[in-house]
């Protein structure tokens, strides 16, 4: 008998296709809005991979109700949407995506740098809302990303793919990591140093990290009173590794220059949220890796993960 799997959200017809031809599945018709929490409780009662997305909560009460779950493929790269040391104690694996949104991520990650210092969003809305009269000295004016100091906060593929965008720019890359990387340092020509003078020295700071427990509000209120004024605070990684309520006022007291903002505490974050009302602030809906092409290769590797565990094979991306 074919193995029964549940996928959480739509996904591609080339991808359950594939999955069809293997498993018995089920999925959730939704392709915009995440399973319901009570209708993913029953479905996983009986089934043996769970094919599901950051956005569902896989957390040691719902492995309790999977009694014959076998594998967890998670659609993204991070996964602390899963309970790993629940999985782990049950026998389940569990497997992500890395690899394949290295480069698209690091596009964007690049991408939001640049509308933020040049403050792109902003002068195309003051265009449309007829604001524009006239050419003055000063109106509009950003900040220079050519020849700028960059610091890195996290030094891992994604890390490693903005220093490369970051060399095309002739900018100084510094970079702060778990571990120093001597082989990024001499290929990349990037320099390891403390947090601290990262954020001293840096006229753009990345945070490119995974969020982990270590990771958690690892800038708060004190790591940004360290920036510049005229800094700019980037965050394509998690929501929560940025304390939202101290990037608020360091917004609106200007202790910073500006901040551009893929991932939030809370997503879909809430529109009374105060960081929707500043201007010197680009946010974005978490699309780091939204490509065409790279959205197919996540969710194409996240199938062939899950199959691999199903038919006793090694999967690429295992993390328990």
């Known amino acids: 008998m074919k193995p029964k799997i549940y996928i959480t959200r739509k996904i591609p017809d080339e991808i359950v296709n594939k999955l069809e031809q293997e498993c018995q599945v089920r999925m959730w ?3 915009e809005a995440p399973v ?15 094919y599901c997305l950051l956005t569902e909560s896989v957390d040691k009460d719902l492995l309790d109700k999977a009694t014959s779950l076998k594998v ?4 993204a790269v ?14 389940i694996t569990v497997t992500n995506t890395p690899g394949v949104l290295t480069e698209t991520t690091a596009d964007l990650t690049f991408a939001l740098l640049m509308a933020t210092a040049r403050r792109i969003v902003e002068a195309s809305d003051y265009l449309k809302n007829g604001d524009w009269k006239t050419w003055s000295p000063m109106q509009l004016t950003g900040q220079d990303i050519f020849g700028a100091t960059l610091g890195i906060i996290g030094m891992g593929r994604i890390g490693e793919a903005v220093a490369r965008r970051a060399r095309g720019f002739d900018m100084e890359v510094l970079y702060n990591n778990r571990s120093r990387k001597p082989k990024v340092e001499e ?34 209120a004190k790591e940004l009173a360290l920036m510049k004024e005229t800094a700019i605070l980037i965050n394509t990684a998690r929501g929560g590794i940025v304390n939202e309520t101290d990037l608020y006022e360091a917004l609106k007291n200007k202790q910073i ?39 197919m290769k996540m969710a194409d590797l996240a ?7 199903l038919f006793s094979e090694k999967p690429q991306n295992v993390i328990v």
Request: aromatic share 6%; charged share 25%.
């Open 72 to 75: 967890v493929s998670n659609m």
């Open 29 to 31: 018709e939704e392709s």
């Open 36 to 50: 319901p929490r009570e209708v993913l409780e029953k479905e996983v009662a009986d089934i043996d991979g769970l």
């Open 257 to 295: 220059w500006a901040a551009g903002i893929d991932t939030f505490e809370k997503e879909p974050i809430d529109l009374e949220n105060p960081l929707l009302k500043l201007d010197n602030i680009v946010t974005l809906p978490h699309i780091g890796s939204a490509s065409i092409k790279t959205r």
């Open 78 to 91: 991070g996964y602390n949407n899963i309970d790993i040391d629940a999985a782990a104690e049950k026998g």
């Open 303 to 309: 199938a062939d993960n899950l199959l691999s565990v």
């Open 187 to 220: 290929e990349l020509g990037t320099t390891y140093v403390a947090m601290e003078d990262l954020l001293r020295q840096s006229d753009f700071v990345c945070i490119l990290a995974p969020y982990t427990p270590e990771t958690e509000n690892l800038i708060t």
